[in-house]
């Protein structure tokens, strides 16, 4: 069994799949999820597992260069938008923006969050 990193096998098996640019998106529960993208959903009830419980384990296995928020979250999830901004220098987009960048990634992870623009496209980085 493994004792560090992703144990969720779906998340880990698709994350040894990336490569350098390759998209990740981390959704709230109601961030539409293209049908032709790979989606690992860890939705259980509303709010669990929350957004930040699920980034926070898939940076500690993930190397992001870089991420992607709605800007809509300045003005109706600002909590969230400073979390985000403290551990990632996140770049702004308009939701209708990250809906279509959505369409290009690898996997999308869905969570039980249920607060406004609850969702990031992390860009894989390299590990050298």
């Known amino acids: ?11 880990a098996s698709q994350l040894a799949k990336f490569g350098h640019t390759d998209w990740l998106v981390i959704a709230d529960c109601g961030l539409p999820i293209p049908e032709h993208v790979t989606c690992v959903d860890l939705s259980y009830r509303i709010g ?5 419980t699920v980034l926070e384990a898939v940076l500690e296995d ?3 260069e870089s991420a992607f928020i709605a800007q809509e979250i300045n003005m109706h999830n600002p909590q969230l938008e400073t979390t985000l901004q403290e551990r990632l220098d996140c770049r702004y987009v308009s939701h209708e923006e ?3 960048m959505s369409h290009s990634a690898k996997l999308i992870i869905r969570t039980g969050e249920a607060s406004p623009y609850a969702n990031i496209v992390l860009q894989s980085g390299v590990i050298f």
């Open 1 to 11: 069994m493994k004792k560090h990193g992703m144990l969720n096998r779906d998340i």
């Open 48 to 52: 669990e597992p929350s957004f930040e």
């Open 62 to 64: 993930f190397e992001a």
């Open 98 to 100: 990250l809906k279509m």
